[in-house]
């Protein structure tokens, strides 16, 4: 009972701390602003609450960042998957539980957290995940494998896409296609009017023909 008492307590902190509220999300932002972060796990059979992160772990508005955050190994349980969610200017952008560690032979390296802005506010986000083996431990006397070393920390990647990049794209590639469509329709009209014009010439000089042969009749 007593190796289980500093696990409820952190629990008990956790569950306790401010929970992210929809009312407290900001709308526009100034280039290199602070992000508010907020974090929680889940691991045997149990769900903490959100927790804001350190300064330091949280992304800057519009700026490609990188940190590291830090795992204790002994929250890890062994055998056990261990899983985390982030949330981003409070509730209004999460992430899906991750999967920090499968209990078995992968964990999470590092997460790129894409956020798409457009001027000065957020429109979206997206997460990609890359995960590896971590590595074992010296074989022990007996030629047994050693124990798989979990990792102490991982990597959060941020990075932000103008919006008016995908735009600017689209519009190319639109322009591009109306401008075909349009060269492709000239065509066809200057290739009509020249088979007009050479039908026109055609029965203008079977007209002189028929004018030159009746005088010759007279």
Do not use: C
């Not at 602003?33 to 691991?43: D, F, G, K, T, V």
């Not at 494998?145 to 959060?156: D, I, N, R």
């Amino acid at each position: 009972m007593r190796s289980l008492a500093p696990m409820l307590l952190a629990l008990a902190l956790l569950f306790s701390a401010p929970q992210p509220t929809a009312s407290a999300t900001k709308l526009h932002f100034r280039r290199h602003e602070q992000i508010s972060m907020h974090h929680r796990a889940q691991y045997n059979a149990m769900r903490t609450g959100w927790t804001p992160a350190n300064k330091e772990l949280t992304p800057r508005f519009g700026t490609d960042t990188s940190a590291e955050l830090r795992i204790k190994p002994e929250v890890l349980p062994p055998g056990k998957p261990y899983k985390m969610a982030l949330s981003f200017n409070y509730e209004e952008f999460q992430t899906a539980w991750l999967a920090v560690s499968d209990g078995k032979a992968q964990h999470l390296r590092s997460a790129t957290i894409t956020f798409t802005i457009a001027g000065d506010h957020i429109r979206g986000m997206s997460t990609a995940l890359e995960y590896e083996e971590p590595p074992r431990a010296a074989e022990g006397p007996d030629g047994a494998p050693g124990e798989q070393k979990w990792p102490e920390s991982l990597w959060l990647h941020y990075r932000f896409v103008e919006e008016l990049e995908e735009d600017a794209a689209f519009a190319l590639n639109t322009l591009f296609a109306v401008g075909s469509a349009a060269s492709f329709a000239m065509v066809l009209y200057i290739g009509y009017d020249t088979m007009g014009l050479w039908e026109d010439g055609a029965v203008y000089v079977a007209r002189v023909a028929r004018r030159e042969d009746s005088r010759k009749t007279k």
